[in-house]
């Protein structure tokens, strides 16, 4: 199983970014993935997930901001981020079934 998360790089406080998590070996449809981050020096955070239903829950520090949707056809899910703040700096990851990807990094500068 793998999972490949791309589409970070470096955005200006206010601009949006679009994280993809493209699986293999492991058919999205059928189960729970999701989004945890990692802040410099800081432990890493659950982001949000989204069911095999499509039920979405996000972190409350989020809520409002994140957008997480899933291609089942692909078999790709998507963190959209709207509004970026400097603490959303972080490397993000995106898991399932206690498979992890190896993160992707968003830069936000002030």
């Known amino acids: 199983v793998q999972l490949q998360a791309s589409g970070g790089g470096l955005v200006q406080t206010g601009g949006s970014l679009r994280l993809s998590c493209a699986l293999s070996g492991l058919t999205l449809k059928y189960h729970v993935i999701g989004w945890f981050r990692q802040a410099p020096g800081k432990e890493r955070e659950g982001v949000g997930c989204?069911?095999?239903?499509?039920?979405?829950y996000y972190a409350e520090s989020v809520e409002g901001r994140f957008t997480i949707s899933r291609d089942n056809a692909r078999n790709t899910m998507y963190l959209r981020i709207n509004s970026l703040k400097p603490e959303d700096t972080a490397v993000y990851y995106c898991?399932?079934?206690?498979?992890w990807g190896q993160g992707t990094l968003v830069t936000v500068s002030s």
């Open positions: 898991t399932s079934r206690n498979y």
């Open positions: 989204i069911s095999h239903v499509n039920v979405t």
